[in-house]
Each structure stands twice: as C-alpha cells, then as structure tokens.
C-alpha cells in the first residue's frame, strides 16, 4: 500500500519483520516438536531455542541476492548463528509449509482489522438509519423519481447489506486461517502428523485437510473475493451519496472541513471526494479478485505462478477494503442531510409519486386496471405539459370521478400511507432504538 491510503496496524502486519519473525517461529515450533518427538535431542533444542535470536532482514535480503530463494536466504541467515544443531532448522518441511502458514496468520490477523472497521461502519449506518427512519424522500428508479420512502429506509438497505459483507469475510476468515506442515508434496511423508498439529497449534490454525505443496488457492480467493463485494457495497453506498449530492439534488453532503478547498479553479466547489475515492478502490478490489481466482490453477503438486501475484494481492486487497471501509465510516458519521431538500424534491412532480396508490385505488373500485392505468397516466401527462397541476388534472376528468371522489384521491394521495410499512423492514433487521 501506498503511504496516502495505508493504515499503520496493516503496516505492520505485512511488514519484512513480522513475516521473517512467523518464519522463525514456525521453525522453532517444528523443532520444538521433533524434540517432543524424540527426534531432536534436548541439548540441541535448547541451543537453538537460545541462539537463534530474531532474524536480520538486512542479511537475509543480502543471502537472497545470491541465492535467488527467500526461504534459504532466511535459513541461512538464522543458521550462520548457530553450530552443528543448525541442521534441524527445516527438518522435514519444503518451504511453502512456511510460506504459507505463516501466510495464513498474517491474512488472519489483517482479516481482523478489516472486521474491525466494518463493525464501526454497520454501527455507523444503524444510528444513520435510526435517525433518518422517518425523513422523507423520493425513491428514485432508473434515476426517475417513483415513490416516497425515507432516508433511514434506505440506509437500512445499507446495513443489511453490510451485515451480509460482515457474514462473508468472517467466513473467508475461518476458512484462510488453514497451515500445512506436510512436507514436499503434502504426504507427510517426512514430518508427521503430530508434528504439525504442534506448529498449527501454536500459531492458532487448523491443518489443511488435503494439502499438496501448498494449501489450496480457492482459501485465498474466497478471501480476496469476498473482499471485493465488499467493496461492491461500498461502492453502491458512495455512488448514492455522490449522486445526493448532486446540484440538482443536493439531498445530502459528505462532510466539509473548515480549511477544505474543493477546486483550484472554482472557488464555490464542494466535491464528494471521499466517496469517488471509495469508488475507485472498489474497482481495485474487484481486479484483486480476478487475479485471486486466477491462482487457484497451479500445476501438479505445486507451481509458483501464483507467487509474485500474492506478494501485490493480499496486501493491497486488504490494505484497500480495510482503508475504504474507515473511510467511508468517516464519511456516513459526518453526513450533512438536507431534509428540507429531501420533501422539496419529494413534492417536485406535484404528487405524481403517488400514482400507484391512485391506480390501485380505482381499481380497488372495480375499475379495469388498463383503463385506470390510462387515466393516471392522461393526468400525470396534463400536469408535465403545464395544462393544470396533476391533484387538479385527476379531480377534472370525469372519468376518474367515477370511481373516486375529492376525499378518495386525498387518501390515495396521503404521505402516511406510503411510509407505514416501512416499520416491516424496520422490524426485520432489529433495527431498534438503543
């Protein structure tokens, strides 16, 4: 990630040491085993265990310009250190055992940072919704305005959704945080089973059941998949506030700071940044996800195409969903509504938002559908071309007084009624009051 968008904790998830440091913990915990095992005698366990210190990424780095392999740069590095007992560093394993159990706790822990943030965002959106339950709206279809709804419905939408995205990257968590201590090829035929249950053991993880030289990619692309629907939601959620936040509709702001300049130029300029930003890095997330699934047809027993790909994916997958899910938090918990604005535009077509009720209303009567539809629409169509307001179109049609009176299309016409059932959805998503 780069510095403008990376956040600090992921910094240090990702970093040289951290990954260095799992790498000698594996090997420690390995060794530590085959000496429970009766393997590795108790005299070189220690020696080991007190001389091997932390890992010198600069000297690893050094060996690896030579050697060409980052595993057996980092073994020799640690194993200059130490004497004969060195030999028992690696005993047993290839090195995608390493690489990708400790490839496993890192996207584990970096996954928890993600979860973090979407936890503060749903609680974000729920007050949002609480607040906003009864401010009026139009819903919009197609871009065209339909039929009242207030803002806090539609932010409820929100955080269904976003508990969904959280279901899903918890499961992709469970389901990434999987080792494997198995050897060349994945038999176990030179490190036992006992063995890696102690090393997984003390890394948090769960044996991969059917290893080959790796653990299998569709782990890895789950994760980064479930991460760009995420990042689909977020997306949907910063399209909506920058279409609100349009001139010509002008429902509701990203915040704006004191200092803040929108243009270089325009001087009047309030741009929805952040949420163009969102959406930018979704359109990341969901490229990460093509490579992500790309990986997951590796040759044989193992290949290593799929390697210089992961050391860009994982990280800038999660750097981004974990960055853009802060950010857009931010946003929602700063968000300026213009709820004046909102039943300004709401009552701009004169109540042809409330053409449906009227429709059903007729033939509720007995009138046929076709023909209510017709005069409906004959009114609305009056009102748009400026003969008469449409509440005044509907009462001067004589056709339409057959089936419905003055109090009728007042009814018909009553805000009240659009926004009852709202409280089903409400009730469905156990959106209460604290």
């Known amino acids: 990630m780069i510095d403008r968008y990376a956040l600090p904790e992921l910094r240090e998830v990702f970093g040289e040491r951290h990954k260095l440091d799992l790498w000698l913990r594996i090997e420690l915990l390995t060794v530590e085993a085959l000496r429970d095992a009766g393997i ?5 366990w220690e020696r080991i265990r007190s001389a091997a210190g932390d890992v010198d990424p600069e000297r690893a780095r050094e060996i690896e310009r030579e050697s060409q392999h980052d595993v057996i740069a980092f073994l020799r590095s640690v194993t200059e250190r130490l004497g004969p007992e060195g030999r028992w560093l690696h005993y047993g394993l290839t090195s995608s055992d390493v690489l990708d159990t400790a490839t496993a706790v890192i996207l584990r822990d ?3 940072v993600v979860e973090r943030e979407l936890g503060r965002l749903i609680e974000v959106v729920r007050r949002l919704a609480l607040q906003h339950r009864d401010t009026p709206m139009v819903g919009r279809s197609h871009g065209i305005h339909a039929e009242p709804i207030t803002f806090g419905f539609k932010v409820a ?13 918890g499961r992709a968590r469970d389901g990434i945080a999987v080792g494997s201590i198995s050897g060349a090829v994945g038999t176990h035929a030179n490190v036992s089973g006992e063995v890696e249950r102690h090393v997984l053991d003390g890394l948090g993880l769960v044996a991969d059941p059917a290893p080959t030289q790796v653990v299998s990619r569709d782990r890895h692309a789950e994760l980064v998949t479930a991460l760009a629907v995420l990042g689909g ?19 509701a702001f990203e915040p704006f700071g004191a200092g803040q300049q929108g243009s270089s130029a325009m001087p009047h300029k309030r741009n929805p940044i952040l949420a163009e930003r969102i959406t930018g890095m979704a359109r990341l997330l969901r490229a990460d996800a093509a490579v992500a699934l790309e990986n997951m047809a590796l040759w044989h027993e193992r290949d290593i195409s799929h390697s210089s790909a992961e050391r860009f994916v994982f990280e800038r997958s999660l750097g981004v969903a974990a960055y853009a899910t802060r950010t857009l938090a931010d946003l929602l918990d700063g ?3 213009d709820a ?18 009227l429709l059903l209303a007729m033939v509720a009567r007995g009138a046929d559908r076709q023909v209510a539809y017709r005069l409906v629409q004959g009114a609305a169509k009056r009102a748009w071309s400026g003969e008469a307001s449409f509440r005044q179109a509907l009462a001067d ?14 009814r018909a016409m009553d805000l009240r009624h659009h926004l009852e059932g709202i409280a089903v959805t409400y009730r469905a998503l156990g959106l209460e009051p604290d």
């Open 40 to 44: 590795v005698p108790d005299g070189d």
């Open 110 to 112: 970096a996954t928890a």
């Open 157 to 169: 939408g929100w955080f269904a959704e976003l508990g969904r995205d959280a279901e899903r990257i």
């Open 233 to 251: 939601t977020l997306e949907r959620i910063a399209v909506e506030i920058r279409h609100l936040q349009r001139t010509e509709v002008g429902e």
């Open 335 to 337: 968000l300026e509504v």
């Open 340 to 357: 004046d604005r909102m039943r300004s535009n709401l009552e701009q077509l004169g109540g042809m938002v409330y053409s449906e009720a």
């Open 397 to 410: 049609d004589t056709a339409v007084a057959e089936w419905l009176d003055a109090d009728d299309i007042d």
